[in-house]
Nanobody
Framework: VQLVESGGGLVQSGGSLRLSCAASGIDLDYYNIAWFRQAPGKGREGVSS?????????WYGDSVKGRFAISRDSAKNTVYLEMNSLNPEDTAVYYC????????????????????WGKGTTVTVSS
């Protein structure tokens, strides 16, 4: 199983980025996918998740609600995180994770215990 994040970079406050999480070795349609982030000196934080395609429900952390949107492209076996109205507090390394079950508790506790992780992509928002 391999998850590869991409799309990070440097953006000005108020700008937008779209992160991608491309998978190989698993069919993301059957997995729950989550995005986490870790800012310098802070713990890992759940950002967003999308359930397996049969359900498709989504979850967002309070700090990103209304600004971020998660989506899935089954044909590309990729999950996206569209990030808008970025601010310096969004600066972090963003990771995607995949597992057959991702609970709200897991999201709120930083994803510890999830089995499949990417290596992360860095997002830097300048003020």
């Amino acid at each position: 199983v391999q998850l590869v994040e991409s799309g990070g970079g440097l953006v000005q406050s108020g700008g937008s980025l779209r992160l991608s999480c491309a998978a190989s070795g698993i069919d993301l349609d059957y997995y729950n996918i989550a995005w986490f982030r870790q800012a310098p000196g802070k713990g890992r934080e759940g950002v967003s998740s999308i359930s397996a395609r049969a359900d498709g429900s989504t979850w967002y952390g309070d700090s990103v609600k209304g600004r971020f949107a998660i989506s899935r492209d089954s044909a590309k076996n990729t999950v996206y995180l569209e990030m808008n109205s970025l601010n310096p507090e969004d600066t972090a390394v963003y990771y995607c994770a995949a597992d057959l079950l991702i609970t709200t508790q897991t999201l709120e506790k930083g994803g510890y215990g999830l089995r499949n992780w990417g290596k992360g992509t860095t997002v830097t928002v300048s003020s």
